[in-house]
């Protein structure tokens, strides 16, 4: 490939070689300013963030996904400090519930959030977390030996629900009952 290549070189004449290379650079030249539009659109795209909540679940929208919804029509769904505005900005879940006359199940007013991890559980050490966890997983963990050398689990996991008030009288576990 490279013999033909170089014997295609050799008997090239001028014009020919001219015709080549000018190809070449508005190929390099085509190149370049794709090259130089992607980074522009990149960079214009990184700019753009999720600066706007849902005013019905309050979590972050794109403005892509963004949609401005009449409070006139869905007054009877939604609490009265929202019915006041004329439009409120949603994101598509809760805007389908809405139109179908439903309430979210992420709406701000079922009191839904998940609340701060409280100081004295985030100081718990595994083995108390784990006392205090409602569900105990029973599995077969295997150690793999392969460049990852990761542990990984084997067939079924079996979840068990344990009364988190009962605990107390349940310890100290017996060796046969782990």
Known sequence: M??????RLETEN??????????RREK???????????EQNFKSTIKIF?????????????????????????????PHNLTELEKITT???CSNLLKKRKVPPQAFWNKMQVADVPEEINNLTEIEKQMLCRIVPFMKIIKVHNRFSQNWCKGQVVLFARDVIE???????NLNET
Do not use: G
């Open 50 to 78: 999720a600066d706007v909540p849902c005013s019905i679940c309050c979590k972050a929208l794109y403005p892509q996904q963004r949609i401005a919804l009449n409070t006139s029509s869905i007054s009877s769904v939604i």
């Open 2 to 7: 490279q013999d033909n290549r170089r014997r």
């Open 167 to 173: 605990v107390t009288e349940q310890l100290p576990l």
């Open 91 to 93: 994101c598509s879940r």
């Open 28 to 38: 390099t030249k085509k190149q370049r300013k794709e090259r130089i539009l992607q």
């Open 14 to 23: 001028n014009e020919d070689r001219q015709n080549r290379l000018e190809k």
